[in-house]
């Protein structure tokens, strides 16, 4: 058991990432924004771009956290002020301006490297994440983070309905797709959520914390065990697992319906 003790990090990175999805992500089912993650998640990846290649030449910000995150932070702050402002004046059209900004971003951070030779590795890393070679300096500053925005969201709960959620969203998603990545990101937001999207009151959090407990767990150590890119392994678990859930609970569902009558 101790030779897996260097999973721990990535472990407890993983759990802190789902505490702060599960939050966010009934609010995005709410708000019909499912995309939103995705496009962030994007824009924090052409931010990191920006960081890598052009900021970290200068002293302030050369081998920083914190200049590793300017770029992301800035970007994702204004993607998300700017759709606040899109969903006041062209909500019925929101979800598809999303994925058309979500392209424009892709499109820019592939184009900014295409001059590196290891431009391709970089967006590699940027959609899987490093999760797997997450250190405890990394869980420190993603909790860090994620416990101030919860404990923002549970002393001003009315924050989420309005446009603080967007806010809230910019500072926290580009910390989390540093390590987890962008598929791993979108899958912790938006699986729990909608697999528990017919549970009501508290117990959808719980239940939503539980499978993905167990998808970390599990894919973690597929991916340790068989060299696979830690994100897609999770992703992967995190599905499947989901799914185990809502077939369960449907023959559960069905089974009652098939008593009573």
Known sequence: MAEYLWLLPAVACG????????????????????FIDLAVAQVAALGAVISHYWLS?????QQSWFGEMVGPWLLSVLFCLLIALLEKYW???????IGTLFAVSSSMAMILVSKDPHGADFLKNMLNGQLLWATWSDVWH?????VVMLGVIFWRPHLLGGH?????????????????GIYLEFALLV????????VKGKYSLLISLILGSVSIISGIMVSA?????????IVLTLFLTGMLFMIMTSAR?????????
């Open 191 to 198: 699986i729990p959520a909608l697999c528990t999207a017919f």
């Open 15 to 34: 759990f802190i990432a789902l505490a702060g999805n599960v939050v966010l992500g009934q609010q995005v089912l709410k708000r019909q924004i499912i």
């Open 57 to 61: 030449h200068f002293s302030l910000f």
């Open 225 to 233: 065990w068989f060299d696979w890119p830690s994100g897609a392994s």
């Open 142 to 146: 993603l909790g860090l983070v994620t």
């Open 253 to 261: 569902k069905a089974s009652v319906v098939k008593r009573v009558r």
């Open 91 to 97: 909500k019925q059209h929101l979800e598809a301006l």
């Open 164 to 180: 603080g959620f967007y806010l809230i969203f910019a500072i926290l998603m580009p910390v989390t797709v540093k390590l987890t």
